[in-house]
């Protein structure tokens, strides 16, 4: 007597609810009998974390039979809902020989995909779905499992034998750019696990984006982690012995005993300051926070609420600084800066840049002193005055922005401006920016017509290579390689500053030099070929109508 469809399932689910945990997704016998039976060649079940990674065809799939026939069609396909936005989606296969399933098998093919999910395949599934819910796609713990960790650690009232710290790596593009991007992710792997042994099983870390990383770990570890983040050679090729040093910026918060957990930001609110007061420190690499860092960040909240208002209200005004010719001393372009008058005083710029620098209202004042740049050069060519190039600074922020170079250009556009007028600075010290990014924009910039310079060259760690594989137009040198009078290293800053200036001159980039004061400075870039010259020796930032004078007169005495 032939088998019945009713009898091979009873099997099939017998033997599928006496699989445990450790069973491999691969069905093998359990559904070998079943599939047959269903003229199925394939079964898998596709997971994806949510409806923009389904559209990207960007899932986890769990093969559940596989006859090993390679000759397949997929007439046949189940979606369902999981978890937090995640999606199931199976797929069954027939071989291209097969007649089509009639109505009666897809019935029974349905039932055996539900089947699957509520006994079998939906565990394994959601298992996927946690590891994508609570790891990034490089398998390190995410942001979501750390706001999960400090649930569970506020249950256990374990807050106060903890520590929590925010560290950067620093200069890992450089890195990724010396050994290469296999190599970097090998030496972040082992920096991170190297890491996790000092802190043990009772501590987490997880990796907020890029070389970020959040942690807790007990307060008996504080010593040995800041050592650790203060510099640690790993070994990046095992064969040769290779290694190199890496180190990271950090801020840490030691969580007192009356420390009060409602929500995250409760931690955040003071492991964050800590962490970007590290960043833009001078002095160290790692700070722990402060009650200072309250009132900090409690003027840094009301100067972020206010912005919109006084950006709105045209508050922030364009001071231009000249760019004089040395030998002719001849107005050869200015730098706009930024200068906020708030309530009838003057905010320094070293008060708000920062602050707006920590999140995306940076990027928003660097256009509005585009616009604003462009207006004025467009009423200065309707006015017949003679026009010279202005340099605008971004922001690293900008880089996220995959539609920026368009941005620029909209916004120089719609003021009617001829490109030639307008160069985009760009920071030196942008080393967490890949040079990928960088490349992008800065080769769409120069295919616009629009000059490109790199800003503060020698103050960060990537001088060279950034020279070396963007085309700048311009090269501005730091004013920290000119010599003071009476400064032991003058004679070392003086050979540098030459060598500097030959090496751009030589690549056919435009040489400035900022921050000339002194007649012996302004002798020195004489001496070595750099033709132009920013500083108070010429012009501090001026206001519009006081620049517009100096473009007029155009030569200084």
Not at 401 to 413: A, E, G, P, S, T
Not at 546 to 555: A, G, M, S, T
Request: hydrophobic content about 40%.
């Amino acid at each position: 007597m032939e088998t019945s469809f009713q009898e091979i399932f009873t099997r099939f689910v017998a033997n599928l609810t006496a699989m445990d945990d450790t069973t491999v997704p691969f069905l093998g016998q359990s559904a070998d009998e079943i599939c047959k039976y269903l003229r199925i060649a394939r079964l898998e079940g596709t997971i994806y974390k949510d409806l923009r990674h389904e559209a990207l065809n960007n899932g986890h799939t769990v093969t559940f039979y596989d006859s090993g026939s390679d000759q397949l069609r997929k007439p046949y396909e189940s979606r369902h809902a999981v978890q937090n936005d995640t999606i199931a989606v199976y797929s069954v296969y027939q071989t291209t020989a097969c007649t089509p399933w009639n109505t009666e098998e897809l019935t029974h093919i349905q039932l055996l995909i539900d089947t699957l999910f509520v006994f079998n395949g939906r565990d394994r599934l959601l298992t996927v779905a946690d590891r994508f819910t609570f790891y990034d796609e490089d398998d390190y713990r995410n942001m979501r499992f750390f706001y999960r960790a400090l649930g569970e650690i506020h249950r256990q009232g374990r807050f106060p034998a903890l520590f929590a710290a925010q560290f950067n790596l620093k200069h890992f593009a450089l890195v990724n750019s010396q050994i290469g991007r296999a190599s970097g992710n090998f030496v972040m792997r082992n920096f991170y696990e190297g890491l996790l042994e000092i802190i043990g099983t009772s501590g987490l870390i997880c990796r907020v984006g890029g070389d970020n990383f959040i942690m807790l770990a007990e307060k008996k570890y504080v010593d040995q982690v800041v050592n650790y983040l203060s510099g640690t050679a790993i070994v990046y090729d095992a064969n040769r012995g290779d290694r190199i040093m890496v180190s990271a910026t950090a801020g840490i918060f030691i969580i007192p005993e009356d420390f009060q957990y409602h929500i995250p930001s409760d931690l955040m609110d003071c492991v964050m300051p800590a962490a970007q007061a590290s960043r833009h420190s001078h002095t160290t690499d790692i700070i722990f926070y402060n009650e200072k860092m309250v009132a900090n960040k409690e003027r840094a909240s009301r100067l972020q609420r206010i912005f919109p208002d006084a950006l709105a209200q045209h508050e922030f005004k364009v001071y231009y600084q000249p760019k004089v010719t040395v030998t002719s001393r001849e107005i050869h372009g200015a730098e706009a800066l930024c200068r906020w008058f708030h309530n009838g005083k003057l905010v320094p710029p070293g008060d708000f840049i920062p602050i707006l620098e920590s999140g995306m209202e940076i990027c928003e004042l660097d256009f509005y002193v585009l616009d604003r740049v462009c207006r004025d050069i467009r009423r200065w060519l309707d006015y017949g005055y003679p026009v010279v190039r202005i340099s605008v600074n971004l922001s690293r922020r900008h880089m996220m922005d995959l539609d920026l170079f368009n941005h620029i250009v909209q916004i120089i556009d719609r003021h009617q401006v001829p490109h030639q007028y307008i160069e985009i600075e760009l920071t030196e010290t942008t080393t967490d920016v890949a040079f990928t990014d960088l490349k992008r924009v800065v080769n769409g910039l120069q295919q616009a017509g629009i000059f490109t310079s790199v800003d503060d060259f020698g103050m960060g760690y990537s001088s060279l290579n950034l020279i070396k594989e963007i085309p700048w137009n311009v090269l501005k040198v730091d004013r920290s390689f000119l010599p003071e009078e009476g400064s032991p290293d003058a004679e070392r800053r003086s050979v540098m500053f030459k060598y500097v200036v030959a090496m751009a001159r030589d690549l056919g980039l435009e040489v400035i030099t900022e921050g000339v004061e002194t007649e012996a400075q302004l002798n020195l870039l004489k001496a070595n070929n750099c033709e132009l010259a920013q500083g108070f020796y010429f012009d501090k930032a001026l206001p519009v109508d006081e620049f517009e004078e100096r473009l007029l007169r155009r030569v200084y005495p």
